[in-house]
């Protein structure tokens, strides 16, 4: 199973080589295996900008506690979940549904029901944490394809999300900063490549009942 050799390889990027670009091509593979990721509902209640201006850069650097992956990787994945989900998304999820399996929208509307009554009994803090869980699972996608083709990533959630959605300009898209995924190529005198995987063994995370 190339899977667990590719996580093996993988680790949390502190030290990109900027001189090694991940190609157009490579990131154009990345962005479909995560918008390939499940969500709940299927809402993809969230955003992934893809930051490559250096000068936004270096600001989030700042806002990163100096944190060099910030500058020095080849692009930004920053996930940003919505601040709210309702009736507007709920219905375009389902006409898109609709469309690309030839159906009629109406036919769902009972789902979409159901669906909208749940999001709607969600308070504001409970919309924007289930929102942002969803993120995760995206950045976890992005790791686990990254490594496929031998492209490094450090996840990070090590920085001023406020400072973020001022810097971005978040709020006014609806949407706020959850968590970020530096994506490059590592540096071989990387410190931390010295260190082996710190796992838990297997009999601790996995109970059988
Ligand atoms: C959600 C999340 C946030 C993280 N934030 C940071 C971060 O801000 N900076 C950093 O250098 N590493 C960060 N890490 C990396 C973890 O420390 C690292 O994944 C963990 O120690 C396991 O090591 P490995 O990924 O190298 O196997 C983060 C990891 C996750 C999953």
Same mark, same amino acid.
């Given at each position: ?7 093996k390889?993988?680790y949390a990027?502190k030290?990109?080589?900027?001189a090694k670009?991940?190609?157009k091509?490579?990131?154009?593979q990345?962005k479909?295996?995560v918008n390939?990721?499940a ?5 993809q ?10 000068e ?6 700042e ?6 992956q910030?500058?020095?990787s080849s692009?930004?994945f920053?996930? #940003?979940?919505?601040t709210?989900?309702?009736d507007?998304?709920? @219905?375009?999820? /389902?006409? !898109?549904?609709?469309?690309?399996n ?10 979409g029901d159901m669906?909208k009554?749940?999001m709607?009994?969600l308070?504001?803090?409970q919309?924007?944490a289930?929102t ?5 699972i ?7 394809a990254?490594?496929e083709?031998?492209?490094?990533v #450090?996840?990070?959630?090590?920085f001023?999300?406020e400072?973020y @959605?001022k810097i /971005?300009? !978040?709020k006014d898209m ?7 995924g530096?994506v490059?190529y590592?540096?071989e ?6 260190f082996r995987k710190t ?7 996995f109970k059988?009942?």
């Amino acid at each position: 199973m190339n899977t667990i050799e590719n996580l093996k390889w993988r680790y949390a990027t502190k030290k990109f080589d900027p001189a090694k670009r991940v190609s157009k091509e490579n990131l154009e593979q990345l962005k479909e295996a995560v918008n390939l990721t499940a969500s709940s509902y299927g809402l993809q209640p969230y955003k992934v900008l893809i930051i490559e201006n250096p000068e936004i850069r270096e600001k989030l650097k700042e806002a990163s506690w100096g944190q060099p992956q910030i500058t020095d990787s080849s692009y930004l994945f920053l996930f #940003c979940n919505f601040t709210a989900v309702g009736d507007k998304e709920v @219905d375009g999820y /389902l006409k !898109l549904r609709a469309d690309i399996n030839n159906q009629n929208p109406d036919d769902s509307k009972d789902y979409g029901d159901m669906m909208k009554s749940q999001m709607s009994s969600l308070s504001p803090e409970q919309m924007a944490a289930w929102t942002s869980k969803q993120t995760y699972i995206a950045l976890g996608t992005l790791m686990v394809a990254a490594a496929e083709i031998k492209i490094d990533v #450090c996840p990070m959630e090590g920085f001023d999300k406020e400072q973020y @959605d001022k810097i /971005l300009g !978040l709020k006014d898209m609806g949407l706020t900063s959850s968590v970020l995924g530096a994506v490059g190529y590592r540096d071989e005198n990387d410190p931390y490549l010295v260190f082996r995987k710190t796992r838990k063994p297997n009999s601790e995370i996995f109970k059988t009942i």
